[in-house]
């Protein structure tokens, strides 16, 4: 069964440093992995996603992420941190093949200025 | 840009009434899930639909659940007999294709069971 951890409920930067939000996965076959951001009231935004190709993946708003197969893992980083960027941040994953995305329980980024 | 639209925004019902939640997803796509949320927890899978039918259902989509596309835009979960359990962010989503493809969703319906 495919399962997604992230270690970190709450992550704080200051704005303009860098950000890292960590994710790791389990799937048993080549995964798809995706980033989501949830403001509040606000339904889940696509941020990114990774299926095949390069490593390092850019999406929206600065956001990138890097896929690593022998650490499992796909943490989402960005280089300079704003304020806006402060919301509540899911990994998640699907199997080559299977339908539904399997969460991580969120990471909230607090950006500080 | 596009996007998937939910209503009501909230929802409070009593115990063991139904409730039918409401979803027009993006146009021109073909899959449809429905996801929920509980305070403080992870998004849940609790069904996909595709051709008219259900694809996938977790175990959380028992008999109290169910879901249809009456017609050419609207995609609706209903719960027949509602608990205080179900109490809940439930969200839409809907994708042109999978499995590779990133699902859009939509604000969410908050439903509270009292």
């Known amino acids: 069964a495919q399962s997604v951890a992230q270690p970190e409920d709450q992550v704080n930067v200051a704005e303009g440093n860098p950000l890292t939000v960590k994710c790791t996965y389990s799937v048993s076959g080549n995964p798809y992995l995706f980033w989501y951001v949830q403001y509040p009231n606000r339904g889940l935004q696509f941020l990114l996603k990774?299926?095949?190709?390069?490593?390092l993946v850019k999406g929206s708003y600065g956001f990138e992420a890097e896929f690593n197969k022998s650490q499992t893992s796909f943490h989402l980083k960005k280089p300079s941190a704003l304020v806006s960027d402060s919301a509540l941040y899911f990994c998640a994953v699907r199997d080559v093949g299977n339908t539904p995305l399997v969460f991580g329980k969120g990471t909230r980024l607090s950006v500080i200025a | 840009e596009p996007e998937v639209t939910q209503t009501p925004s909230h929802q409070v019902t009593q115990m063991g009434q139904e409730v039918i939640l409401r979803c027009v997803p993006i146009s021109n796509h073909l899959y449809f899930y429905w996801y929920r949320q509980i305070l403080g927890q992870k998004v849940e899978f609790l069904v996909s639909?595709?051709?008219?039918?259900?694809?996938?259902k977790s175990e959380i989509f028992d008999d109290q659940f169910s879901v249809e596309r009456p017609d050419g835009s609207n995609f609706t979960l209903k719960i027949r007999s509602t608990k205080l359990e179900d109490s809940a962010m439930y969200f839409c989503?809907?994708?042109?294709?999978?499995?590779?493809?990133?699902?859009?969703f939509g604000p969410g319906t908050r439903l509270t069971v009292t």
């Open positions: 990774y299926i095949t190709g390069d490593n």
């Open positions: 989503a809907s994708s042109d294709s999978q499995p590779s493809t990133e699902q859009y």
């Open positions: 639909f595709y051709n008219n039918e259900i694809s996938e």
